[in-house]
């Protein structure tokens, strides 16, 4: 059974960075593409970045240049490095994760860590 857990997140002053970080255990044969994803209050979920096994990313374009996304295949982890935070970047913040494990394929969602960008 793979399992899902994410970090970080919390409170911080406009212009402030946070790091999340999420991890993958469990009987992980490999991890197809690890994302992060935002919901903000009253909006629905939407992505922030992803990126692939061959570490190809997709950024939302609000945070282009801001928000960089990371992974170790060694470790099954991701992080989410967000800097100059905004306002607008408050939001329940979800890790997903989609790989195979030796006999199926799994799609996880983590337990979402909140960020709340404010003075």
């Known amino acids: 059974q793979v399992q899902l857990v994410e970090s970080g997140g919390g409170l911080v002053q406009p212009g402030g960075s946070l790091r999340l970080s999420c991890a993958a255990s469990g009987s992980i044969r490999n991890i197809a593409v690890m994302g992060w994803y935002r919901q903000g209050p009253g909006k629905q979920r939407d992505l922030v970045a992803l990126i692939t096994s061959g570490d190809n990313t997709n950024d939302a374009d609000s945070v282009k240049g801001r928000f960089t996304i990371s992974r170790d295949d060694a470790k099954n982890t991701g992080s989410l490095q967000m800097n100059s935070l905004k306002p607008e970047d408050t939001g329940v913040y979800y890790c997903?994760?989609?790989?195979?494990?030796?006999?199926?394929?799994?799609?996880?969602w983590g337990q979402g860590t909140q960020v709340t960008v404010s003075s």
């Open positions: 997903n994760v989609r790989g195979r494990t030796p006999d199926r394929d799994f799609a996880l």
